[in-house]
């Protein structure tokens, strides 16, 4: 039984697996890795290498994001939220922001459906910009960019498939990392499902 199938067996809900299953790829792979900082370096989010990944880490003020990402300082620099289905949280986006640091680049990126794009960054810009000050940046294309005027933080979406195809799977093409790249299509069936 292959992973992906392994931990949908033992979370009921598919977005839960899906965030299980991008944290896996994530901490086991050092190309996917790769592939996340070039995404985020693209958005003017560099946050040096990613050293962890950690799924589901409650913060101080009780904000609990699906992964967050931990350079090789164990600084937390990146949390990220993927969303198929399930809306905003009250923690989103601002109580996420305010968990990241704001001395050195950092991003809130959140990772979802393409068909909910547009919507979900235009919900997400609107909240945090009832609390910060935000600047449109332009990346890479299909990435959308803010940062929070005066701090090194971001604010940053991308769409799955995005993230796999553009960004994951380009890398691994490079570095021959076929197991990766297996578990990477099924992480893409499960968010297609």
Known sequence: MTFVRQIAKFISQREDAAVEALGYILSRSETARLGLANMLRDGDADVGVIAKIETQVSGEDRTRPDL????????????????????????QPNGYLSRLPKDRQSALLFVVPTERLEKLWSDVYRSASSEHELAFHPATPGVKSAVIVGSGRRLMMVSWSDLIVLHMVGTMSYAEDHLTLYNIVQLSDLIDG
Do not use: M, P
Not at 74 to 86: D, F, M, Q
């Open 68 to 91: 967050s990402v931990i350079d090789e300082q164990g600084t937390e620099r990146v949390l990220i939220e993927a969303k198929l289905s399930a809306g905003l949280t009250e923690n």
